[in-house]
């Protein structure tokens, strides 16, 4: 490992020499990953403004269903013809909404930036395994982002099937006018995205397993490094099924063939009758990536906060070991859960009750998560930056959302909750709120690093309030219509006597996203004003204890201007008694320790007194378990 | 301008000047200048929003954007200012770890209390507000209330000690924080208890889960519903009970469905465009789509499944409560049960929607015989030999 790095070293003094920076090479096809983790950054949000504005227009279309909006004549044209929004451009603004936010933000956007920046920062490596790939990554991610775009303006509109986009409505042009040149784009957009992150991923495990600096073990990786390793094994290993998914769904769209559908007359097919396919085999391939991709967009976001709550609690994160085990259980479990969402598609009733016993085994890990938390944050100094409030909202959305995951992890429960509001509430909370909280926890955090400057305070934290209030207004009220039956994806309620009760209610959840928006223009002003115009960022502004601080502000292509600092810690010596200053970097030395590699203390325990008598306690325990099972 | 920034100046005296002087006193002057011009704004506003409501009943419009907009960059501006003044000061004016902490507590108060209101208020707007339609119903809502007491005991639990502890921890000078970095104890119970409540409802679900998909009646009465884009129609298997084979490729040329009366069993069918079915008789629902896949939701009678084209899926039930006991009970006499579209369908999927009414036995034979067999014979059949003549006292005729 030392090998490598010091490999690395003579690598980089070598390019030194003879490296000139143009305009194109340091902004546009730049190599640096600190670079590309910005492009990463800000195509990320010009693509969740994008998603943001259209769920703004769809709200006001379920709130007044009966008012007609000159402005969406003036911004859709057709689809908004007297102020009314086309059905089908409904279901098309949730379609490229979810595609948006799930996939270009809280994928790309989320793991690309942070990844990218964290990763060779906090490991201690002059750059990314493959820098040249890396660059692959963002321009591939770019150009999926650009046919997306593109989409909105073909004829029949976007891909208009649900971001799911199941067959056959996303296969037959003639069921939908989006299942025509608007899904084929979608399709290759979304070819082209799985292309960029696994390159992305592949070089996000190359660096964190080859690249690591002097005494950088693995038991001393900070927590986001650890959170965005399994992300991107979790990315290597379930893109290629959606991959391969895309490819059949292209080939029964273009070329006549049958994988995804079953008894179609050829008159609805395009003259070829279908026939021997299943429509719920593509439902398995993409939940396969499908669920996994709630963690590989929950996880990173989880690793961030851990980072931040631990740095603003000026405490060590609670049970780094049992944090390290539930992300990989989480990893590890995410693979064999997708059924859950598929109980009633006429899987077999076996078959659900195996989905449904992994899906809520999940909540163990999630709940030990959710205590380590509360434990960093218990008998803290808290440093109440905005930051540590955006982790905090975090862990109030992951507790919300994930407990609503509970009814609909249950298959029984799940044969009345699938698919209505109950659903949005559930996964807006627990994967669109909690994650977009983890990105903007990490982007207030490490702002300074990316751009040298600090954001506005005040206007973090009232970006804060105003985002929280609004998340929570939005979503918890949903609950309530998914448990009167009121289905997702709806145009209007207006057919439905019985939903009429909610009138209110959708009034309402839309005044709290126009709350919403705002605050995230509030946040956007102050991300572009303060790239120019913020506080000059001092080195460690937050006085953290990981590596990516010991960097000068003014970046710099290989990171560290002399040789790469060696790490003789773990990453969450905040606080330690004895110790004057409340953090102590990874890269200082325990006393009179000289190899990095050697360890003092493992990992430090409390106090030692008590030390014992918890071995005596568990030792009761384990001797009560094993006799209940009759081994002794 | 000039003597705005002299007016300004005046006010500021309080502050240290000579670091406030030109470029923030100009912030200062640009901010009140939007300010003052929102004034303008607004007059215009009002005479245009007087002229849209007399062509529309918009009330949405550009310049409300651009006011927002506008807004945005005045408090951004605002905060830019006050941030400097705090660095020049060395203390910044705003104490947000103070104010955080109190609006933290605020917050998880009007919050919880928001949150019970929600379940007072809108609670009774959910189904469980409803008697229950089904056999299976009570066993659901049990199991759902179970959860909810469970989930809401930790919802409640965590969120406060989330907020107490944003509150009680937040950074004082002098104070150091404990160094507490694990607690083996702890861990094992944080993974034990969950551990134990989540084993409690898997086992509990899976026993219902296996009693709402697996337990088959057979005596239930076959009936299909038959999902495409964008209605529904019901098919009743007629005397003798068995649905007659369809062909997909006759779909709309021997009738919608596909199936041809000539054929084995089908000649009873009937196909009707409500659903109708006799009260506390078990039902085997057969799904089948014709174009893409929907999902029959029947909201009050705990059932759903999706209709698959090519895949045949199917759901038993039992209704306990005709839609009359169900009108008075409720005291709305407009109150019908329904069967919804509830898979995304295309265009008109949010009315894809068919009536379902749950008789007693005689008005559904009443029913039944109003609509026509696929085949005379079928309908002879039909008055000859009765499905209930089998399985109930009840016959036909």
């Not at chain 1, 659900?352 to 205590?371: C, E, H, N, R, Y």
């Not at chain 1, 996964?427 to 909280?437: E, K, R």
């Not at chain 2, 949405?60 to 400097?84: E, H, P, R, T, Y």
């Not at chain 2, 208890?193 to 337990?215: N, Q, Y």
Request: charged share 15%; with cysteine; proline share 5%.
């Amino acid at each position: 490992m030392s090998a490598v790095a010091s490999h690395a070293d003579v690598l980089h003094h070598d390019d030194h020499g003879h490296h000139k920076e143009t305009f194109i090479s340091k902004y546009v096809f730049s190599m640096d990953h600190k670079m590309i983790s910005k492009q990463f950054l800000i195509t990320g949000i010009i693509m969740g403004t994008i998603g943001m504005l259209m769920s703004l227009v769809f709200r006001l279309q379920l709130a007044y269903p009966n008012t007609t909006f000159p402005i969406f004549e003036t911004l859709l044209g057709e689809w908004g013809k007297g102020g009314k929004l086309d059905p089908n451009f409904y279901l098309a603004l949730i379609t490229i909404h979810g595609t948006i936010m799930v996939f270009f933000v809280l994928t790309a956007g989320l793991s690309g930036t942070f990844s990218n920046l964290l990763i060779p920062l906090q490991v201690g490596a002059r750059d990314m395994a493959s820098p040249f790939l890396n660059m692959l990554s963002y321009w591939f991610f770019f150009t999926s982002s650009c046919v997306m775009i593109a989409s909105l303006f073909v004829q029949g509109g976007p891909a208009s099937a649900g971001w799911t986009i199941y067959p056959p409505l996303s296969a037959l042009p003639k069921a939908i006018p989006g299942s025509g040149t608007g899904m084929t784009l979608w399709l290759v957009s979304m070819i082209l995205f799985i292309v960029s992150s696994l390159l992305g991923g592949i070089n996000y495990v190359a660096t964190v397993l080859n690249m690591r600096t002097k005494g950088m073990k693995m038991t001393r990786l900070p927590l986001t490094i650890w959170a965005f390793t399994f992300t991107a094994i979790l990315g290597i290993l379930s893109f290629p099924v959606l991959f391969g998914g895309s490819l059949l769904l292209v080939f029964d769209r273009s070329f006549g063939t049958s994988f995804y559908l079953n008894e179609i007359p050829a008159d609805l097919a395009g003259g070829i009758e279908r026939v021997g396919g299943s429509p719920i085999l593509f439902q398995h391939l993409f939940w396969f990536l499908g669920h996994p991709e709630v963690y590989i967009i929950l996880l990173p976001a989880l690793g961030i906060t851990s980072e931040v709550i631990a740095t603003n609690s000026r405490k060590p994160i609670f049970g780094y070991r049992a944090m390290i085990g539930s992300i990989m259980a989480i990893a590890l479990l995410s693979f064999v859960v997708w059924g859950h969402h598929m109980f009633i598609t006429g899987m077999n009733p076996f078959l659900g009750s195996v989905f449904m016993l992994g899906t809520l085994i999940i909540a163990v890990p999630s709940a030990i998560k959710t205590f380590n938390y509360l434990g960093t944050l218990w008998k803290g100094n808290l440093r109440l930056n905005p930051q540590m409030m955006f982790a905090i909202g975090l862990v109030s959305f992951f507790i919300s959302g994930g407990l609503t995951g509970i009814f609909l992890g249950n298959a029984a429960l799940d044969i009345n909750l699938h698919d209505t509001y109950f659903v949005v509430a559930h996964f807006h909370l627990v994967m669109g709120s909690a994650a977009i909280f983890g990105m903007l926890c990490g982007i207030y955090h490490w702002y300074p690093k990316m751009f040298g400057r600090t954001m506005n305070e005040s206007l973090g934290q009232i970006h804060f309030w105003m985002t929280i209030v609004s998340a929570y207004c939005v979503f918890f009220p949903m609950h309530f219509m998914g448990l009167a039956g009121v289905p997702r994806r709806y145009y209007a309620f207006t057919a439905y006597d019985q939903f009429n009760v909610f009138v209110d209610m959708n009034i309402f959840i839309t005044y709290a996203a126009f709350l919403g928006g705002i605050a995230q223009f509030i946040f956007l002003f102050n991300f572009f004003y303060s790239m120019r115009k913020g506080k000059k960022a001092v080195q460690n502004p937050w006085e953290s204890n990981t590596l990516e601080w010991t960097t000068p502000v003014k970046h710099l292509h290989g990171n560290w201007p002399g040789e790469i600092p060696h790490v003789y810690r773990w990453p969450y010596d905040y606080s330690v008694p004895g110790h004057e200053i409340d953090f102590i970097p990874q890269n200082t030395p325990h006393e009179g320790q000289e190899d990095p590699l050697t360890e003092p203390q493992t990992i430090p325990t409390p106090e030692r007194k008590v030390a014992p008598t918890l071995a005596k306690e568990e030792a009761v325990l384990f001797t009560l378990v094993k006799r209940w099972l009759g081994f002794a | 301008m000039i003597i705005l920034h002299h007016i300004l100046s005046l006010k500021l005296k309080i502050l240290p000047m000579k670091y406030l002087k030109i470029k923030t006193s100009f912030v200062f002057v640009l901010a009140m200048l939007l300010l003052t011009s929102l004034s303008v704004f607004a007059q215009d506003m009002n005479e245009d929003a007087v002229a849209a409501a007399k062509s529309t009943a918009s009330n949405i419009n550009w310049l409300i954007v651009g006011i927002a907009f506008l807004l945005v960059f005045i408090i951004g501006m605002i905060f830019d200012i006050l941030s400097k003044v705090g660095d020049v000061q060395k203390k910044p004016v705003i104490n947000w770890g103070k104010i955080n902490g109190i609006l933290s507590i605020v917050f998880i108060v009007v919050g919880l209390a928001a949150c019970a209101w929600e379940f007072v208020v809108h609670g009774k707007l959910t189904f469980f507000n409803l008697p229950a339609a089904s056999a299976h119903a009570n066993e659901y809502d049990d199991m759902f209330m179970i959860t909810l007491w469970l989930t809401g005991v930790v919802f409640v639990v965590t969120q406060i000690l989330l907020f107490w502890y944003t509150y009680k921890y937040r950074e004082a000078k002098g104070r150091k924080a404990l160094f507490y970095p694990d607690n083996h104890t702890f861990e094992i119970w944080a993974t034990i208890i969950p551990g134990i409540v989540l084993t409690v409802l898997v086992v509990r679900g899976l026993f219902v889960w296996s009693d709402m998909t697996s337990s088959r009646d057979k005596n239930a009465m076959n009936i299909e519903v038959f999902g495409y884009q964008f209605a529904w129609n019901a098919r009743y298997a007629g005397a003798d009970n068995k649905l007659g084979k369809y062909d997909f490729r006759q779909m709309g040329v021997v009738n919608a469905l596909g199936v041809d009366s000539l054929k084995e069993n089908a000649g009873d069918d009937i196909i009707t465009s409500e659903l109708h079915v006799p009260v506390n008789q078990p039902i085997y629902l057969h799904f089948r789509a014709k174009d893409v896949i929907h999902s029959a939701y029947l909201p009050h009678f705990r059932v759903q499944m999706n209709v698959v084209p090519g895949l045949p899926t199917n759901f038993h039930f039992t209704p306990i409560l005709t839609t009359n006991e169900m009108r008075a009970k409720q005291d709305d006499p407009k109150f019908d049960y329904i069967l919804l579209c509830n898979k995304i369908c295309g265009s008109a999927h949010y009315r894809m929607k068919m009536k379902v009414i749950v008789d007693s036995k005689e008005e559904f034979e009443k029913w039944l015989k109003t609509n026509p067999a696929l085949t005379a014979k079928g309908t002879e059949t039909n008055n000859s030999f009765s499905f209930f003549s089998k399985t109930s006292p009840l016959a036909f005729n």
